[in-house]
């Protein structure tokens, strides 16, 4: 004997089951698309996301040298010496210590981010009517 159990075909059926008022609401949703509300919320907060991903990129964290010279680091020689480097105009402060594995993490982490938020301003407006009906 095999029983049959199926879920109610509308939430009026079993109007106490907030696991099927969930369920109606995303067929719903899925049935009808994503609204152009929603995708626009989202393209806001995605170009919000890549300005601020490429305002780091131009001005990174610590700033920039302004001029061309030696500088001297704060750490220190093995052997208890002053390092000092040469560094050029633009390059990155944090780029030029001696530990550069944050400096090497922020460019990554902040080329990554930037990359998924136009890759996602791509895929929200691949399909935005944008012809104009005569």
């Given at each position: 004997?095999?029983?049959?159990?199926?879920?109610?075909?509308?939430?009026?059926?079993?109007?106490?089951?907030?696991?099927?008022?969930?369920?109606?609401?995303?067929?719903?949703?899925?049935?009808?698309?994503?609204?152009?509300?929603?995708?626009?919320?989202?393209?806001?907060?995605?170009?919000?996301?890549?300005?601020?991903?490429?305002?780091?990129?131009?001005?990174?964290?610590?700033?920039?040298?302004?001029?061309?010279?030696?500088?001297?680091?704060?750490?220190?020689?093995?052997?208890?010496?002053?390092?000092?480097?040469?560094?050029?105009?633009?390059?990155?402060?944090?780029?030029?210590?001696?530990?550069?594995?944050?400096?090497?993490?922020?460019?990554?982490?902040?080329?990554?981010?930037?990359?998924?938020?136009?890759y996602m301003i791509?895929?929200?407006?691949?399909?935005?009517?944008?012809?104009?009906?005569?």
């Amino acid at each position: 004997m095999s029983q049959n159990l199926s879920l109610p075909e509308t939430k009026h059926e079993n109007p106490h089951s907030p696991h099927r008022d969930w369920l109606d609401k995303f067929i719903e949703y899925k049935l009808r698309g994503s609204s152009i509300e929603i995708r626009s919320t989202l393209l806001v907060v995605v170009i919000l996301i890549t300005t601020a991903t490429y305002q780091t990129s131009l001005s990174p964290p610590v700033g920039l040298w302004q001029d061309t010279g030696n500088s001297t680091l704060p750490q220190l020689a093995d052997d208890g010496t002053p390092i000092i480097k040469h560094h050029y105009a633009g390059e990155a402060i944090m780029g030029t210590h001696r530990n550069q594995a944050p400096y090497v993490v922020f460019v990554i982490t902040n080329s990554l981010g930037f990359s998924m938020s136009v890759y996602m301003i791509y895929m929200l407006t691949v399909d935005f009517p944008l012809i104009r009906e005569l």
